[in-house]
């Protein structure tokens, strides 16, 4: 998990340099003090600093995520993974497709990859849940005027 | 005094009571279901108030203002998922709470504290709004950046074990606010001439999905467990009268920092949550007790978001400015009906005036009787659906609620990367707080500093010359001093015990 942590906080370092040095080009505005780039600058490099800061602490002090003597293994990654493409493919849908027509099917799916119970019953019992909250929603989006994105289908 | 009578009763005749009333339950409503906001509630419904008449239309946008910043309490409590941004220090004492099956203690200390913040707000609505009002006029850029300073102290408090990831978190907040446009000049800047960071990344889009969607997440690890909570008897709900005399200091302290952030346009009563559990905290006498279920964490969080309402409407009848992003709803809500808030707004509009005062306490009492009787065993029995039905309802709301705070889908892709960036960050555990914190002020804090470096031609004495700056600095020092001590023993005294992999 330390050689994770390391990665991760390089990870932040690349990103907290690169908008740092991106900010640099931000126009000045007037006579003022400090400007937009020279605060972007100096802050995303102190970001980089601290995040370097803690892979030295964790190098040398051995600090690190601590386990406390617990198993500390990913559970689900399997599944984590697939609700995070499905996601993504819903927030995608939510503005291409049409926020109903995705929440249906993006509520189906979710329901029977993550539901221990797949029999043909329960696919039944999700799909009505799935119909009669989708419907719900778009009578309750109506009252209260609760705008979407335009899109091809509802 | 009179008036004040003449406006009660005009708002027990007729119609605007039940509107208050359905107007605080809606706001609970949209307060409970992570993703959907009290600012959110409150947009929703000012066009409803177009054809209701001022009085019946403002006392329900109170009723919807003060039952959508309560209402965030049940899912804190529930589910770990703040309904709202007030809430989000909720979760820290609630949620362990609820997982030692005492929920309904938190949920009963909750509302009860919900109701003293809203009391005592109103009180200093009614008393000193004009003193208030002229200390907000007083503030200019080095008050705030001393007062925004103070804020960021309470990063190292929230940190949770580790101060020096918690400051990591947070200088990773502040470098995301750096992404959008130029906050003074409205110059792109770190965009990488991408359009969808062209705007930054709003604020309730990305705690929606740091905290939300990364719970969503969290809780998808442990799907074969079918509840995020097990069964449990909600029992206990009120105070014991031992806890309410414990509670005292908490509830005036807490409401007091709820007040004053409140009236302090822009610095946003989201944050009055974090201060006050901070305070709490640092002024407990078993501070290693917080995390782990601590009901004065919830007296403080909940008192502390509650009375920013009052503190928030200040500056709207005193000088007509909004507070926070509801109470500019508000003056949208008024100005619909011809009522243009100013500095006259007292003299001008009495009725008005004594209308949002009434309607504030009616609203905070109406929402403790209805969560004490009802919304108590109702909420969670609905929010307690089994998780496969849960999560996917949750991120479905989520998504929708932040389409609906600027009408932009690039607050739709903000909370879906941010929801996987806390994901990875709880992975690492690195706590979330510090970041959520540093999104909020982070802007705030760059233009303030540039502005106070403008005026004074690079020059920091004023914050030490100036009475309320130095105020801040003052307080900054005095919560960071003993903090850096007791971490430094403790580190001197911890045995680390770490395991590769």
């Known amino acids: 998990m330390k050689k994770y942590e390391n990665i991760f906080l390089l990870g932040l370092i690349c990103i907290c340099t690169a908008i740092g040095l991106a900010s640099r080009s931000a126009p000045s505005f007037g006579h003022e003090t400090i400007t937009a780039g020279q605060y972007g600058l100096v802050m995303g490099l102190l970001a980089a600093v601290v995040c370097a800061g803690k892979i030295a602490a964790n190098i040398i002090f051995k600090e690190g995520t601590y386990n406390y003597g617990e198993k500390s293994e990913i559970k689900g990654q399997k599944l984590i993974a697939i609700q995070a493409v499905m996601m993504f493919l819903y927030a995608w849908g939510i503005i291409k497709v049409g926020y109903f027509t995705v929440t249906f099917v993006y509520l189906m799916v979710s329901l029977v990859i993550l539901s221990d119970s797949k029999g043909w019953k329960n696919i039944l019992k999700y799909f009505v849940f799935t119909t009669c909250f989708t419907v719900g929603l778009n009578f309750v989006f109506k009252i209260f005027n609760v705008f979407l994105p335009k899109t091809p289908l509802i | ?501």
């Not at chain 2, 309410?244 to 908490?250: M, Q």
């Open chain 2, 1 to 501: 005094m009179t008036a004040m009578l003449m406006s009660l009763q005009a708002l027990f005749m007729g119609p605007s009571l039940l509107y208050m009333m359905l107007g605080v339950i809606l706001g609970l409503i949209f307060g409970a279901v992570p993703g959907l906001t009290a600012t959110l509630a409150v947009v929703v419904l000012v066009p409803l108030t177009y054809s209701l008449d001022p009085t019946t239309g403002i006392a329900m946008l109170i009723g919807t203002y003060v039952g959508g910043v309560s209402g965030g309490l049940v899912s804190a409590i529930m589910l770990n998922m703040p309904g709202t941004p007030a809430s989000v220090a909720t979760t820290f004492e609630g949620y362990p709470l609820a997982q030692q099956g005492k929920a309904g203690k938190a949920l009963g200390t909750a509302v009860i504290s919900s109701f003293v913040g809203t009391f005592l707000g109103w009180v200093c609505l009614v008393f000193l709004s004009p003193l208030l009002g002229k200390v907000a006029l007083a503030f200019g850029p080095f008050e705030y950046t001393a007062a925004l300073l103070f804020g960021f102290t309470a990063v190292v408090t929230l940190a949770g074990d580790s101060v020096f990831k918690g400051i990591v978190s947070a200088m990773l907040g502040l470098t995301l606010c750096l992404i959008g446009r130029d906050i003074n000049s409205g110059a792109a800047r770190a965009t990488f001439d991408i359009d969808a960071l062209s705007n930054g990344f709003a604020f309730i889009p990305a705690l929606i999905g740091l905290l939300v969607i990364s719970e969503v997440f969290s809780q998808i690890k442990t799907i074969g467990e079918r509840y995020i909570l097990p069964k449990q008897k909600l029992d206990h709900i009120l105070m014991t009268a031992q806890e309410f005399k414990e509670s005292i200091t908490n509830f005036i302290r807490s409401s007091l920092i709820g007040v004053g952030i409140g009236i302090l346009p822009g610095i946003g009563g989201s944050f009055a949550n974090f201060v006050c559990y901070d305070q709490a905290k640092k002024a407990s006498k078993n501070p290693e007790s917080f995390g782990k279920g601590n009901l004065q964490g919830i007296v403080a969080s909940e008192t502390g978001n509650n009375a920013t309402i009052g503190g928030a409407l200040i500056p709207l009848v005193a000088l007509g400015i909004p507070g926070d992003t509801v109470t500019a709803a508000l003056i949208g809500g008024l100005m619909i009906k011809g009522i243009t808030p100013g500095p006259m707004f007292i003299k001008e509009y009495p009725e008005v005036f004594y209308t949002i005062l009434n309607s504030l306490l009616l609203s905070g009492l109406f929402m403790m009787l209805f969560m004490l009787l009802i919304g108590i065993r109702v909420f969670p029995v609905v929010l307690r659906l089994q998780k496969h039905y849960l999560l996917p309802l949750v991120l479905i709301m989520s998504l929708a609620g932040a389409y609906n705070v600027n009408f932009s889908v690039n607050d739709i892709w903000t909370t879906v990367a941010m929801g996987m960036l806390g994901f990875i960050l709880d992975r690492m555990r690195y706590p979330k707080t510090p970041i959520v914190i540093t999104l909020l002020l982070g802007r705030g804090f760059e233009s303030q500093l540039r502005r106070a470096m403008a005026f004074s031609g690079g020059s920091i004495l004023p914050l030490f010359t100036r009475p309320y700056a130095l105020l801040f600095i003052l307080l900054s020092l005095m919560t960071l001093i003993p903090l850096i001590f007791r971490a430094y023993r403790k580190s001197k005294s911890i045995k680390v015990d770490t395991q590769g992999y």
